[in-house]
């Protein structure tokens, strides 16, 4: 949010949800920085005001406003500092008694946060649909920092998961799969996001996925045995990057005993190509 805190992230807008996500102690001063939402352990150093009955989504709700307690602490001086304070409004249907939107703001000195949340009946029950979570904040140079992050729902699935009782398939099974191309062509994960071709430039040298698949499968299929014949495995991935920068990982642990000569001969290549491949030796030993 400002300078020395930490960055937003999924977490920070998943806990906008004052249904899922409550403190869990009370708490002594409010805190502008939590995300999480006190309402529940802290419901009597808040006021609420009913505004009366409105309309949304097609339906009556309930729209109640509250603001927290304007906080203090006493300072040295023997004066008092005016705190992190907050507002919001929340509207509750009037047949079922559920969340169906809710909106705060948060001021501490210049700095403001904004959250809205919004929930969509599905089934009967309401869930999760739409998150906003933005803001300001002033650094101790007097610039100012903005956000904004949202997060919608997309899929809302409350069936059971099917329970895998079957075996593991193994690699020759997945290797069978064959590339299905209407899943990627109307796949959300990459879909949704404006840096696919950048995404996929970056993973595949600017081949579609298709062609990455059949890269991999011919690859796995012709040298998939284990900690075995990596220099044969290095020889097809350097003729196969021909032009491109080669990041070559290593994995390693002193557990590893049946592969400590090629991790030998990795070393050996480590010298010879250093300057045409990066080489990066992880290790998977606890320390």
């Known amino acids: 949010m400002a300078q020395g805190h930490e960055p937003i992230s999924v977490k920070n807008i998943l806990e906008v ?5 409550q403190a869990a102690q009370k708490s002594d001063h409010f805190s502008f920085y939590a995300n999480v939402s006190n309402l529940k352990t802290d419901l009597d150093s808040y006021a609420f005001k009913f505004e009366g009955i409105t309309s949304y989504d097609n339906q009556e709700v309930y729209e109640i406003t509250y603001v927290y307690r304007k906080d203090s602490v006493l300072t040295t001086s023997g004066n008092y500092r005016i705190r992190a304070e907050a ?17 705060e703001v948060k001021t501490y000195a210049k700095n403001t946060v904004r959250t809205l949340s919004y929930y969509r009946k599905f089934d009967g029950r309401y869930y999760p649909y739409h998150f906003i979570l933005q803001g300001e904040s002033k650094a101790t140079d007097s610039s100012t920092h903005s956000f904004h992050i949202e997060l919608m729902s997309v899929e809302v699935n409350n069936k059971a998961e099917a329970k895998f009782t079957s075996r593991v398939p193994g690699r020759e099974e997945l290797l069978n799969i064959p590339y299905d191309s209407v899943f990627w062509t109307s796949n ?86 250093r300057n045409k491949i990066t080489f990066v030796f992880v290790s998977l030993d606890d320390d």
């Open 17 to 21: 949800d004052i249904v899922g996500y």
């Open 87 to 103: 507002k919001g409004s929340l509207f509750i249907t009037t047949d079922s008694y559920a969340f169906v939107k809710t909106e």
């Open 188 to 273: 959300t994960i990459l879909k949704t996001t404006p840096l696919e071709d950048d995404i996929i430039r970056d993973l595949g040298g600017g081949t579609s996925l298709e062609k990455q698949f059949d890269r991999y499968k011919l690859y796995e299929m012709s040298v998939h045995d284990g900690g075995k014949d990596g220099e044969k495995k290095f020889n097809w991935l350097r003729e196969d990057s021909k032009g491109n920068r080669i990041l070559y990982l290593i994995f390693w642990s002193d557990d590893f005993k049946s592969n400590l000569s090629e991790f030998e001969r990795v070393k050996q290549l480590h010298q010879q190509y």
